[in-house]
């Protein structure tokens, strides 16, 4: 675990400001998923999503059982493509664990970067390229009501078909 200077209750709001404080988090975050990990954004947040310890944590959980999942859900994949970002050929070998999908037209002018992890924390970037927001490591009822709109934008979105491999 790192050493981030967490607030004496798990279930109070944590401020983070600048890269190196979200990427600490939602790799602690990760660590502690059981269950499940849904990640929505423009894209798949490089500088939060591609290291080789959130990696680590992805595969264990989509390993752990056929009841765990990992729900990638953004506005487009193509520069994660072109950039080699390690979750793409993860995903393309676990398909029955990590879903890829993008986003419906009505909801790409969002900008933020959102991670929930089972149904307890939560890591939370208004702005995506900006690494400044809020996140809890456990707050059931916040996660509930980010899960239910990330799980209503889920069924409006399709599956990213340029993710998917190609078996020739």
Request: glycine residues 2%; aromatic residues 8%.
């Amino acid at each position: 675990m790192t050493t981030h200077p967490y607030p004496q209750s798990k279930s109070e709001r944590i401020r983070f400001e600048g890269r190196d404080e979200a990427r600490a988090l939602v790799l602690d975050m990760a660590q502690q998923a059981k269950r499940q990990i849904c990640i929505f954004g423009r894209d798949i947040d490089s500088i939060l999503f591609d290291n080789p310890e959130f990696i680590d944590c992805v595969q264990n959980l989509a390993l752990r059982s056929s009841q765990t999942e990992v729900k990638i859900l953004v506005h487009d994949t193509l520069v994660n493509m072109q950039r080699d970002h390690r979750l793409i050929p993860l995903a393309q070998h676990l398909t029955s664990s990590i879903h890829v999908h993008k986003t419906a037209k009505q909801h790409r002018d969002s900008q933020q970067t959102l991670l929930l992890i089972d149904d307890f924390a939560y890591l939370n970037c208004p702005r995506a390229t900006v690494y400044d927001g809020y996140a809890c490591l456990y707050d059931r009822l916040e996660v509930r009501q980010l899960q239910q709109k990330f799980d209503k934008m889920w069924g409006q979105s399709s599956p990213d078909i340029g993710v998917r491999r190609l078996h020739l």
